[in-house]
T-cell receptor, first 113, second 113 residues
């Protein structure tokens, strides 16, 4: 079946603008994760959704970052007032019932100019 | 808190030679361990996983890894490397409850003809 789908694959934005990144998980997967991959920081956990439970937001780096998951499926990661340090690859993953392993999408490469 | 260390940032290996990538973890309980591979511009693909049982696990693409509790290690090996194995490799540890993963910093593998 289809894997995790992320869009756009690349996004260039100006500093101060808001951006939205989309993730469509594997059908039937109840858990969804966002990670950020940047030079010098490796892979950082951002946020985790599992079913109808309150999301684990412990990895969000600032209040400019937020995410929502509508209807238990598609998720949107929003970054407000983007800064150059937000430039990174944002990876989405999903898993069945919150059980490991995670299945990753190809990511969105965000460049803030 | 759990952590993962991949001591080698870069490794260069000749095609046909063997490859071993090191991974050490810190985790209080029995870990769930994973190796992922990332080709340029792609997301993370799961190579193999260890949950319990046999400490030598086989994965895709001819890779295997051995869990050694006494050394807190989960090293990845391949007997004969192909040019297509050039990529970045990430070791990760997860909680038994099965949510977020903590990743090592990655090892970039270059394959010489």
């Amino acid at each position: 079946g289809a894997g995790v789908s992320q869009s756009p694959s690349n996004k260039v934005t100006e500093k101060g603008k808001d951006v939205e990144l989309r993730c469509d998980p594997i059908s039937g997967h109840t858990a969804l994760y966002w990670y950020r991959q940047s030079l010098g920081q490796g892979l950082e956990f951002l946020i985790y959704f599992q079913g109808n439970s309150a999301p684990d937001k412990s990895g969000l780096p600032s209040d400019r970052f937020s995410a929502e998951r509508t209807g238990g499926s598609v998720s949107t990661l929003t970054i407000q007032r983007t800064q150059q340090e937000d430039s990174a690859v944002y990876l989405c993953a999903s898993s069945s019932k919150g059980r490991l392993p995670l299945h990753f999408g190809n990511g969105t490469r965000l460049t803030v100019t | 808190a759990q952590s993962v260390t991949q001591p080698d940032i870069h490794i260069t290996v000749s095609e046909g030679a063997s490859l071993e990538l090191r991974c050490n973890y810190s985790y209080g309980a029995t870990p769930y361990l994973f190796w992922y591979v990332q080709s340029p511009g792609q997301g993370l693909q799961l190579l193999l996983k260890y949950f319990s049982g046999d400490t030598l696990v086989q994965g895709i693409k001819g890779f295997e890894a051995e869990f050694k509790r006494s050394q807190s290690s989960f090293n990845l090996r391949k007997p004969s490397v192909h040019w297509s194995d050039a990529a970045e490799y990430f070791c990760a540890v997860g909680e038994a409850a099965g949510n977020k993963l903590t990743f090592g910093g990655g090892t970039r593998v270059l394959v010489k003809p």
